[in-house]
């Protein structure tokens, strides 16, 4: 085991193989039961290799901050929030394999706008050490790089814009187990752009160790969960560091 889990380890670093990984048909996304992903549906987005911690979740820095930052549950055991697919031009009950699509949460959401995922730049206040932008920048300096911002992933999205814009593709991470990349492929959405790259979407870690979902060249495999048959949970926590405070579930 310790021997696939390294290997997996190399392999999220030689991202430009895995581009030729990513399947580029157009298929079927199913959800981890085998059954078809489907439109409007909440599902966990969960990772496939455990031990990293767990499903995707909103959190909120402190109680006003808003839109609410995409992040990624600390404990393994944690599920997260749930989330839906919505196809942009397609109209279909089906989601499909690189097809643009709409993630949107399905939460009550604390802050005024949508629920609905967006890339944005991350901007950092210079003297704030707890930054995600400041800490990367802290420790690409130390490997002589240079970085000017960071793109992560927050509510507050418009359906079928070029920052709103995703798709999900097969990957190959482990024969056998079907799992899924995210990508943000703005040039499918609303925009006549002929720069035709699609970016990995995945965990990026601040120096405590907090995962933001963000643009990154890492490959992120994910499979999805119905979380409506997985459990009961209806109550979906969003952290915040100062005072939790808690969403019902929209439905
Ligand atoms: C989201 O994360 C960024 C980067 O760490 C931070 O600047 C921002 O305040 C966070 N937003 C919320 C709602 O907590």
Redesign the pocket.
């Known amino acids: 085991m310790k021997l696939i889990i390294s290997f997996i380890f190399v392999n999220l670093f030689i991202f430009i193989t895995t581009l030729s990984l990513l399947s580029a048909a157009s298929s079927i996304i199913y959800d981890s039961t085998g059954n078809k992903l489907l439109r409007g549906i909440p599902y966990y987005i969960l990772p496939l290799l455990r031990g990293s911690g767990g499903g995707l979740t909103l959190?909120?820095?402190?109680k006003d901050?808003?839109?609410?930052?995409v992040t990624q549950e600390s404990f393994e055991v944690n599920n997260g929030a749930p989330f839906t697919f919505n196809p942009i031009i397609l109209d279909e009950e089906i989601i499909r394999g690189a097809y643009p699509v709409s993630i949107e949460a399905d939460v009550v959401n604390p802050c005024h706008g949508s629920n609905i995922w967006k890339v944005t730049t991350?901007?950092?206040a210079k003297d704030d050490e707890d930054?995600?932008?400041t800490n990367i920048k802290h420790k690409k300096k130390k490997d002589g790089d240079k970085v000017v911002s960071v793109q992560?992933v927050?509510t507050g999205g418009e359906f079928n814009k070029p920052e709103s814009c995703f798709q999900v593709v097969e990957d190959d991470v482990m024969p056998g187990l079907q799992s899924y990349q995210i990508q943000h492929c703005p040039f499918k959405c609303g925009t006549t752009s002929t720069d035709l790259t699609c970016y990995n979407v995945g965990v990026v870690r601040?120096s405590d160790g907090k995962g933001?979902l963000g643009r990154t060249d890492a490959i992120f495999p994910v499979v999805f969960t119905n979380s409506l048959r997985s459990s009961s949970q209806l109550m979906v926590k969003v952290s915040t560091s100062s005072q939790p405070g808690k969403l019902m579930r929209s439905e």
């Open positions: 959190s909120q820095n402190t901050a808003c839109p609410l930052n991350a901007t950092a930054d995600l932008l992560i927050t601040d933001y």
